[in-house]
Structures are given as C-alpha cells and as structure tokens.
C-alpha cells in the first residue's frame, strides 16, 4: 500500500486533491476543525504528504500549529499566497498556484495549467492529471514566484475591480481596460512592495489576459471581493504605499 497523504481542509478544493491521491492509490486521512493534529500525526508520523487546503484567513494558524514531523511534506495551494508566508515558519514546502475553479454541485473546471514547484511537485501533478486537471512543473523558486504574484494580480484585480463594474472578466477587458489597467499596475505596485522585487509589469498583465481567455465567462467579483480590497489597503498602508485608485473603489462600496 502506498503511503498516505493528509488532507488539512476538506472544503471543495481540498476534494480535489483527496481524490486525485486517491486514484493514486495514496490513502487519505483528512484533517476538519475537531481533528487534534498533534494526535494524529503521532499514528502518522510519515505521512507522503500533507496538503493544507484551509482558506487563506487560516494559513498562517495551521502552519504555526503543524506537527514537527509533517514540515517536510507539505503542499500550500492558497490564493494570495508568497513566500514570505512560509518562510517566517522556516518552512519549504511544495507550492501549487491554483487555475481550476471548483464550487459545490459542480465538477473541477480548467483556466489555464496550474503550476506547481517543489520537492513534491510532480506527485501533486500526476494526482491532479488522474482526475484530468494539468499542471505544469516549475524549475526554479524564480518561476513560482512569478506565478505565485501573476495569480495575485488576477485574483486582486478582478476582485476589486469587480466591485465597481461587476460582469465577467471578458467584459472588464473589452468595455473597462483603462480602468482594469489602472488597478492592475496598482496591485503589481503591491507585489512588489510585498515581495520587495521589481517586477515586470507589462508581461504580469500579458498574462493576466491569456487567463481571462482561458474563461472569458469568470465572474469577476468574487464573495471575498471586499475583504480582498480591505486587506490590499491595509498592507500598502503598512508598507507606505499610496494607491489612489484602490482608494476610490473602497470610497464607493
């Protein structure tokens, strides 16, 4: 028998993943809000992998709570997600920067392939290739973090953006791009504070595009929409970023 593989969140992204190990053959214990980690790891000390797939309000409590002997297995998959996140819990873990869309009554749906990087990169690919969703293995913490900030400037763009013009992405691009614009190269303006590196925004945006056309019909105002834009304001003030267009949206919701 295959080693097993812990799932910490069995929401429906943490389905996803549950069943591609499954097909695997990796048996799946899952971790839900009355699991005791501590106590578990203790009958399973050397898991495959442990997959975190708590919500991004939730990383940061589960990583400082992770059994010592599972901090080596781990796999992040949330949404505005950098290295810096990990790094403060002195953690390595393999990263997956998520392009499939996953709600409740409906089966996984593909953006574009998600790429993922890490000493257990390419067993996260061939779980998620057994139930049809692609991936793509990085070769460098260069290139994930690159993906880790492209998906930031999707999601936070749309998000927020989505909030004055509500649609699709589609229509944001085709009848609101100035605006789109603006607000990207404010979130880009963001990363890089964050991540403390230049960044090159014209090919961020570029592909940002190509992931609109991936699925033109994506709804672009999300229901974290408005705690999405809270928490941009607050980090850009906490690292003395102005970002007047940010401002203006929060002024109108």
């Not at 980690?37 to 997959?51: H, K």
């Amino acid at each position: 028998m295959k080693n097993p593989v812990v799932v910490v969140g069995i929401g429906e992204m943490g389905s996803v993943f549950a069943r591609g190990f499954l097909r695997l053959g990796h048996p799946v214990y899952p971790v839900v809000r009355d699991t005791k980690m501590g106590e578990l790891a203790m009958q399973l000390a050397e898991p495959e992998l442990v997959v975190i797939a708590v919500a991004e309000k939730d990383i940061q409590t589960v990583l400082q709570e992770i059994p010592g002997c599972w901090r080596d297995r781990l796999v992040l998959l949330q949404n505005e997600l950098l290295p810096d996140d990990w790094s403060k819990h002195k953690l390595e873990p393999s990263v997956i920067s998520v392009w499939f869309e996953k709600k409740k009554g409906m089966d996984s749906k593909v953006i574009i392939p998600s790429p993922v990087y890490g000493k257990h990169a390419q067993l996260v690919a061939d779980a998620l290739s057994s139930i049809d969703i692609e991936t793509s293995v990085l070769g460098s913490a260069e290139d994930l973090l690159f993906e880790l900030v492209l998906k930031n400037v999707y999601i936070l763009t749309t998000n927020i953006a989505g909030l004055q013009t509500a649609g699709t992405v589609a229509e944001l691009w085709s009848k609101h791009r100035p605006f789109a614009t603006e607000v990207a190269n404010e979130i880009i303006q963001l990363q890089q504070k964050l991540t403390g590196r230049s960044l090159n925004k014209e090919q961020l945006i570029e592909r940002m595009v190509h992931a609109f056309n991936g699925d033109p019909e994506h709804g672009c105002m999300g229901r974290s929409a408005a705690a999405r834009l809270e928490r941009a304001l607050k980090q850009a003030d906490e690292h003395g970023l102005d970002l007047p267009r940010l401002k203006h949206i929060v002024s109108k919701v």
